[in-house]
């Protein structure tokens, strides 16, 4: 679950991490009471997405020239001039696509005069299996472009689960950003705290970019992004009316009420799988075969008829998809049983573009006798290649 950049940084506050004062803007209601709150002159306005890159970004609505999503204001007058360009306007972003994401919500903060800026995030590292800092002295900048263009500049100092964020780890993370005096101060500060924030809540990534020295030669969070681990939700019922449902698409919502791991890609086949892996090579044969997956849908290993009934509903949601694959490997899933949930769904949605459906594994002769004794428009397939070769054919007419 992602959550906007000012109820990271309240959250962070917490747990005694230095943050500006910022006030969220709802409404242009709100405008008046957030600049009161604020001491200036200097304040910036930040439009709250779940994209990066709304300091470059573009609104829709605005002259190609006109300001990003992230702007400076000298002024009460010229605070109330970028809300009333940016709330309620679509911000189009590098990680929004082309769509872009209506900014339903501001964030104005007071500002800082900055030295210099750092780059810092804490997240799962998968190969070690320990939670790691990612630090670099080339902040706000892309990571990915510095991790290709210079990797040398980014550092990973691995988390020892038994000590925590010790001195030790606190300091090599504050060499790695090239710390010194009031700054290293901080961040020896700093760096056990957010380590704290991300355990004690089952963060799954903490993003600061960038981190700042300020003239005064003390650090600051001026941005952060979080996301929390879905696994964990249980433990965080408080957390989860951070969520913005309007920030998350459609189908994927629906998807979560049955326990289904959905997202919409822009392709149109689209794809019903029990098993990430399987789901990630049924997505590469059709790209193999000259098509491009509409959707990655896991239905897990225990997809009952509900499951596979609302699956095909969440995936003929989608305008653009003119066929479905279902590829299911029955281990402790039965295939005469996804068959029969398979056809159930199909009478129910009242499906209209081409089905292939590929079964292996446990009872498969039984649910590929099932589809075969069906009447309904269901094309059996015999493995994974046929099956995508038979979709994408069909798709294609």
């Known amino acids: 679950m992602n959550i906007h950049e000012y109820q990271a940084k309240a959250l962070l506050k917490k747990f005694g991490a230095p943050i500006a004062e910022g006030i969220p803007i709802l409404s242009k209601d709100d405008v008046d009471a957030a600049i009161e709150a604020l001491p200036g002159p200097l304040y910036v306005v930040k439009s709250q997405i779940h994209a990066g890159g709304r300091g470059k970004g573009k609104f829709t609505e605005l002259p190609g020239d006109a300001k990003g999503g992230v702007r400076l204001a000298f002024s009460p007058e010229e605070v109330k001039s970028h809300v009333s360009e940016m709330l309620g306007n679509t911000l189009v972003t590098k990680q929004t696509g082309p769509a872009g994401k209506q900014v339903n919500r501001l964030y104005l903060e007071d500002g800082a005069d900055i030295e210099s800026e750092l780059y810092l995030s804490l997240l799962v590292n998968r190969e070690t299996g320990k939670i790691s800092f990612v630090a670099s002295t080339e902040g706000g900048m892309d990571i990915e472009a510095v991790a290709e263009a210079t990797p040398e500049k980014i550092h990973t100092i691995d988390v020892e689960p038994e000590t925590g964020v010790d ?12 710390l010194a005096s009031d700054a290293r101060t901080d961040g020896l500060d700093l760096f056990p705290k957010l380590y704290e924030a991300f355990t004690q809540t089952d963060m799954s990534l903490v993003e600061v970019n960038p981190l700042i020295i300020m003239k005064n030669g003390h650090l600051r969070v001026l941005d952060a992004k979080v996301s929390f681990d879905n696994n964990a ?18 189908k994927e919502i629906e ?26 090579a049924t997505m590469d044969i059709i790209k193999l075969y000259g098509a491009e997956p509409a959707n990655f849908l896991d239905v897990g290993g225990g997809a009952t008829t509900e499951k596979v009934t609302a699956a095909f509903k969440i995936i003929t949601a989608d305008p653009n998809v003119k066929g479905i694959l279902v590829n299911i490997f029955g281990g402790i899933m039965r295939c005469d049983v996804i ?9 129910e949605v009242g499906l209209k573009v081409p089905l292939v459906v590929r079964l292996e594994g446990t009872n498969v002769d039984k649910g590929k006798a099932i589809i075969n004794a ?5 094309i059996p397939a015999d493995d994974l290649d046929d099956a995508a070769q038979k979709i994408v054919s069909a798709v294609k007419g």
């Open 167 to 178: 001195a030790e780890t606190a300091g090599k993370v504050c060499d790695a950003l090239e």
């Open 374 to 378: 069906s009447d309904l428009n269901v």
């Open 255 to 280: 998807a979560s009420k049955y326990d289904l791991a959905y997202v919409a890609l822009d392709g149109n086949i689209g794809c019903m799988v029990n098993g990430a892996g399987l789901a990630m």
């Open 339 to 347: 068959a029969e949930g398979v056809l159930a769904a199909v009478k």
């Open 233 to 250: 939700s249980f433990r965080h019922e408080d957390l989860q009316e951070l969520r913005d449902l309007s920030e998350e698409d459609a």
